[in-house]
């Protein structure tokens, strides 16, 4: 994004060609951070980090070469903004990288009235280039965002063919496998894994994924035969189909959501995870008073422990769990031909630009509401007597997410980045899927037609032709727009922050 409004003074410039190295000390620092994350949390958080900065210099590129190519002057062109790591000079412009990775900014000169100019430089400014060279500069960064989009798509039609429609997919098709297999369920302790294709289950022929969900949920706690193919051989199991709770069963729980499944209760002990009749038998002698409960989280689908929960009512045992046996299907689809893939490509481009377009407004609203609901807790919960303010809050945020998983909110970079090393852990498909959608995204933000976004410089471009008449060259002042301009950023940065902070504490779910 072009930094439109602070004055700049150009000042000299390098001779042509000649490079200055500069903080090689800082540059060496910044590759070591890199590297550590990679060792120490994981390598798919430094891939989709990376895939994250080439995807913003690839923006400040398209502005950079719509500059240069419209005879503009070009003095800074960095990642990152703040402290300067390390840079050098070529010709009149200043290329590096900066400390804080939140960004970019290529600086051209003349972005407005208030830029200061040496009168030398002033015809190689923006603002004295006509209006089809402003707006070039102005959307080239968005366009370099639907470039990556669009050879994202492509790829990964060549390399996966058509996403397949889940919904559709687990009501008709018959040819799954099991995409993914839960920690501590009954498909695990089975031998399941991802890849495996379930053939049959308590002797009945499995179908369609709907199909075999309603065989699992109507036998919570019982022990089935389970006949499935791995690795092209035929495996006899048992399984004991696990019990996770419905809302009615939740309901009288406060701490426990729908979809949580047990797996110990502090002061209870069980050679293995307690049924809800042990469970229920446990907590009638313990109504309202705190207890310890280790559940696999509804939202996360691994293990932890929910302290302090309190039981102020026992549901009817018939209606309070589900069955649960653990797995994702995955459907197959074939790889595009390159012409197939070509002609999918700007289809399904097109109509994804209308929809994030006409949606954006709505997706605006609505998700930063719901940044709002994870910071401050549901409106709809109410603690109870005996927990903490930690224990209330954290009850909230799970109900929240168990309400919609998915819940449609606005995320940090943080966010997006820990959806991206999800995507990475999950395979090539979901990376492109996810790179694919956050260009688009960002391509489409960035053309709202407010200061100091690239939309905003089209709006002020446009208004100045149209005011243009009679051969005047009208410029507009731009010091009229900072106190809206400062809104704007003052906004970002607000939401930017609300955004990270439900991100640290309440995570959304990759899927």
């Known amino acids: 994004m072009t930094q439109p409004i602070a004055p700049v003074d150009a000042g000299p410039t390098e001779p042509e060609g000649e490079v200055i190295q500069q903080s090689w000390f800082g540059l060496v620092a910044l590759i070591g951070g890199i590297l550590a994350i990679g060792f120490l949390a994981a390598w798919s958080w430094v891939i989709i980090i990376l895939a994250l900065v080439v995807m913003i210099a690839m923006h400040e590129l398209g502005h950079y070469l719509a500059a240069k190519w419209s005879g503009m002057m070009v003095t800074e062109f960095f990642i990152g903004f703040g402290p300067k790591i390390w840079s050098f000079h070529r010709g009149e412009t200043e290329y590096g990288i900066k400390a804080i990775w939140l960004g970019a900014y290529v600086r051209i000169i003349g972005m407005s009235s208030l830029d200061v100019v040496d009168p030398a430089d002033e015809p190689r400014t923006y603002r004295q280039k006509s209006y089809p060279r402003r707006l070039t500069v102005a959307v080239a960064g968005s366009a370099m965002h639907f ?5 994202l798509l492509y790829a990964l039609f060549l390399t996966n063919g058509r996403p397949v429609d889940q ?13 993914s297999v839960s920690v501590d369920s009954a498909a695990s302790s089975a031998g399941l894994v ?20 309603d065989l699992v949920r109507s036998r919570a706690g019982r022990t089935v035969e389970v006949t499935y193919s791995h690795d092209g051989s035929k495996v006899d199991s048992a399984a004991a189909i696990g019990e996770r709770l419905t809302k009615q069963g939740a309901a009288g729980i406060d701490g426990l959501i729908a979809g949580d499944r047990i797996l110990a209760v502090e002061g209870l002990v069980l050679d293995h995870a307690p049924t809800y009749a042990e469970f229920a038998a446990y907590a009638a002698d313990h109504l309202d008073e705190p207890l310890n409960v280790t559940v696999v989280d509804a939202r996360t689908g691994k293990p932890g422990v929910v302290d302090g929960v309190i039981v102020n009512r026992l549901a009817d045992p018939t209606v309070a769990t589900i069955g649960f ?3 994702s299907a995955d459907y197959t689809s074939s790889p595009l031909g390159a012409v197939d893939a070509a002609g999918a490509t700007f289809t399904t481009f097109g109509s994804f630009i209308k929809d994030v377009t006409l949606a954006f407004p709505k997706a605006l609203t609505g998700g930063l509401n719901g940044a709002f609901d994870g910071i401050l807790g549901s409106r709809s919960s109410s603690p109870q007597p005996g927990n903490s303010l930690a224990a209330a ?12 998983p998915n819940e449609n909110r606005i995320l940090s970079i943080y966010g997006v980045a820990g959806l991206g090393a999800a995507a ?10 996810l790179l694919f959608v956050i260009n688009i995204f960002i391509g489409v933000f960035n053309l709202i037609p407010l200061l100091p976004l690239d939309g905003g410089h089209v709006a002020v471009a446009t208004y ?16 009229k727009l900072l106190p809206l301009t400062y809104v704007v950023v003052l906004l970002l940065v607000f939401v930017g922050g609300v955004t990270l902070l439900r991100d640290i504490f309440d ?3 990759f899927g």
């Open 393 to 404: 809050r954290q009850l909230n945020l799970r109900r929240l997410d168990s309400t919609n």
């Open 507 to 509: 995570p959304v779910k």
């Open 464 to 479: 100045e032709r149209l005011r243009s008449i009679g051969g005047r060259r009208y410029r507009v002042d731009a010091a």
């Open 167 to 179: 919904s559709t997919a687990a009501g008709q098709a018959q040819g799954w496998t099991l995409g």
């Open 424 to 433: 990475v852990e999950n395979g090539l498909a979901d990376t492109l899927s």
């Open 147 to 151: 470039l990556m989009a669009l050879g």
């Open 194 to 213: 991802p890849g495996d294709k379930l053939l049959t289950f308590d002797s009945r022929n499995v179908t369609t994924f709907d199909a075999f969900g």
């Open 325 to 327: 046996f653990g797995v």
